[in-house]
């Protein structure tokens, strides 16, 4: 999956996967005038790796269901331990 709606989708129609591989920057890239540039006002407001997992704690917490097993492939490294990081916090406070 390579966009926040492809990542909450998924979820909502299957259930949690085992294990989640997120990655910081994700790929939606909106087309504008037919070129694949993206405007910094566009990128500012596209969703992330981190808007995945926020989403993902509240899934859990709204289901009363465990965090699945969870991986960061990221090359942004702020963006891997803001990942990690909520992620873990969550763990260690709700289990």
């Given amino acids: 999956m390579k966009s926040y709606s492809e990542f909450t989708d998924w979820i909502n129609t299957n259930g949690l996967p085992d294990m989640i591989a997120f990655d ?4 939606d890239v909106k087309v504008i005038e037919g070129s694949e540039l993206v405007l910094a006002t566009d990128f500012e407001k596209m969703k992330s ?3 995945c ?3 993902l704690v509240e899934y859990c917490i709204n289901n009363n269901v465990e965090l ?6 990221s090359a942004n490294p702020v963006g891997r ?8 916090n969550y ?4 289990s």
């Fill in 24 to 27: 910081h920057d994700l790929a």
């Fill in 68 to 73: 699945p097993q969870w991986t960061v492939q």
């Fill in 81 to 88: 331990d803001n990942i990690n990081g909520l992620l873990n």
């Fill in 49 to 51: 790796g981190f808007d």
């Fill in 91 to 94: 763990r260690k406070h709700c």
């Fill in 53 to 55: 997992a926020k989403w």
